[in-house]
């Protein structure tokens, strides 16, 4: 498997990935992001960074770093010690092909995107659905603690910090 950042000629495919897994998790919440809206949700984050997992030429999943969703901020400001003005970067917009689960691409995206932020010298920081439980183990696997959980109108975050 080759993880590298993706080209504007991803974009389709990237989309089309993220409603089958969409499709398959109910996550984001199809009710609330119904599935022709990915393409507008997935673009219009502040990314810093867009990565994809590919194996035999095909994208089989895709993360991203970002700015800190701002909505998100001051919960994990309140979890940084007091003294730490480290700059803050979110891990966001991350799936994987269905038909490809359980064979660690999520583990790699997650891996890969954690290195080059620490290598940054930021701190990372990242949110999931707490009917995500999967993702939450990962997280806390890689050195996430939960700091908060947040209401939003799709639901309950789970927000995480890496140390």
Known sequence: MEIRKITESDRDEIVRLYQKSQAATHI??????????????????????????????????????????????????????????????????????????????YSELLSHRLNIIRKMGAIAVSATWITNIHVQRQFMKEGGEEVARQKVPAGVLCLFIFK
């Open 28 to 105: 984001p919440n199809p009710d609330f992001y119904p599935p022709d809206s990915l393409d507008t949700e997935l673009y219009s984050r502040d990314a810093l960074d867009r990565y994809v997992a590919v194996m035999d030429q095909k994208i089989v999943g895709h993360g991203l770093i970002e700015n800190p969703n701002p909505i998100s901020l001051d919960f994990w400001l309140n979890g940084m010690p007091p003294s730490n003005n480290a700059r803050l970067l979110e891990l966001g917009g991350a799936f994987v092909d269905p038909d490809f689960s359980r064979k660690g691409i």
